[in-house]
Structure formats: C-alpha cells, structure tokens
C-alpha cells in the first residue's frame, strides 16, 4: 500500500505563486511516477504535470512556462512550484504515483486563485 501526504495550496491572488509538495511513504518500487492532476467544479480530472524516476516530465500544455514539476528519488516527494496563477488554475490538486499499473492518489489540496 501507498500513502501521500499533501501540503501546500491556499488561496492566492491573480499572477502569484504558491508550491505544493507531496510525501509518498509505504510499499513504493523503485521506478515510479509520480506528479499532479487536478479537478475543477464541474469538470473531469486533468493532468498537470509528472514527473519519473528517470526525471522524464511531461506537462499539460495549459501550464507549460509556469509551472514546474520536481522530485527527490530518495525521499519520495514530488514538488509542484506554480507561477502566474490564473484563475483557471483553480482546483482541488490531487497528488498521483503510478506504479507497476496502479495509481495511487493524496486526498487532493484546494487551490484558488482570485482576479
């Protein structure tokens, strides 16, 4: 079993930065990815951004040139630093890590960005 911890996120104003980190303990192999998807009201779960073990990264096209995906292999944590929030960016971020076919999720993060 895996667990992740969030933390981070809040409440921010149009073109501010916020960092979200997770922390992933528990039975984790040693090629993994991981990253962060979101959900808006409304609206299916999305990819943001993940990143692997091998540090290949791939972003939603919406958040290339702002944010930026970033990992520590041997404390298992996966960072998300967000610049020039918009108020699309407004969502619950839900931490993810997949591994040999499953996915694992955090229990998601509010973040709101005001105009």
């Known amino acids: 079993q895996v667990q992740l911890v969030e933390s981070g996120g809040g409440l921010v104003q149009a073109g501010g930065s916020l960092r979200l980190s997770c922390a992933a303990s528990?039975?984790?192999?040693?090629?993994?990815?991981m990253g962060w998807y979101r959900q808006a009201p409304g609206k299916q779960r999305e990819l943001v951004a993940t990143?692997?073990?091998?540090?290949?990264?791939n972003y939603a096209d919406s958040v290339k040139g702002r944010f930026t995906v970033s990992r520590d292999n041997a404390k298992n944590t996966v960072d998300l630093q967000m610049h020039s929030l918009k108020p699309e960016d407004t969502a619950v971020y839900y931490c993810?890590?997949?591994?040999?076919?499953?996915?694992?999720w955090g229990q998601g993060t509010q973040v709101t960005v005001s105009s």
């Open positions: 990143i692997t073990t091998a540090k290949s990264i």
């Open positions: 528990g039975s984790i192999f040693s090629f993994n990815t």
């Open positions: 993810y890590l997949g591994q040999r076919g499953r996915a694992y």
